[in-house]
């Protein structure tokens, strides 16, 4: 259990993620809140939801989920549950690059403006990753990437 997931959901209240993440993973799932490591079950995954400003305000840490859970059909199954589009970290360096995954299942990745603010980072001004914009040709860290610019997966995960 090393793994740490860090997801944003667009427009998602914490109460209905909540039972939507449990469904989702397939695992009982604990707020981080209430959470007691010496009672937890083996199966529980210990997540913390909260909201913040901006685009995909919706903030989800998920701690100690089994190294045998997948991240990518999880978050599509999320994705579908909540039917709302979610994000996730690319693979790359690129701070502002984030992989968005729809309700259909369908994974593309985007790039957003990031603001740094009080009450953490807010996303802005998302477009996708493409060729047509000059920041995603040439050396751009987009190449180095799984999620080529303008690479789109269909529904993975989401059946």
């Keep these: 259990m090393t793994e740490l997931w860090n997801w944003r959901i667009d427009g998602a209240a914490?109460?209905?993620?909540?039972?939507?993440?449990a469904e989702?993973?397939?695992?009982?799932?604990?707020p981080l809140a209430v959470a007691d490591p010496a009672r937890l079950p083996t199966y529980a995954v210990i997540c913390d939801v909260w909201e913040a400003p901006g685009r995909y305000g919706t903030l989800v840490d998920c701690y100690g989920v089994p190294d045998d859970l997948p991240e990518l059909p999880s978050i599509a199954a999320l994705a579908r549950l909540l039917d709302r589009n979610c994000l996730m970290?690319?693979?790359?360096?690129?701070?502002?690059?984030?992989?968005?995954?729809?309700?259909?299942?369908?994974?593309?990745?985007?790039?957003?403006?990031?603001?740094?603010?009080?009450?953490?980072?807010?996303?802005?001004?998302?477009?996708?990753?493409?060729?047509a914009h000059p920041g995603c040709r040439g050396w751009s860290q987009c190449h180095r990437s799984r999620w080529a610019p303008d690479s789109v997966a269909p529904a993975l995960a989401a059946a």
Excluded: K, N, W
């Design 89 to 131: 970290r690319d693979d790359t360096l690129d701070a502002g690059r984030h992989l968005l995954v729809a309700p259909d299942g369908t994974i593309r990745p985007v790039h957003f403006d990031i603001v740094e603010t009080d009450e953490g980072e807010v996303l802005s001004e998302q477009r996708l990753c493409t060729l």
């Design 24 to 30: 989702a993973l397939g695992r009982v799932v604990m």
């Design 14 to 21: 914490p109460v209905e993620v909540y039972p939507a993440l």
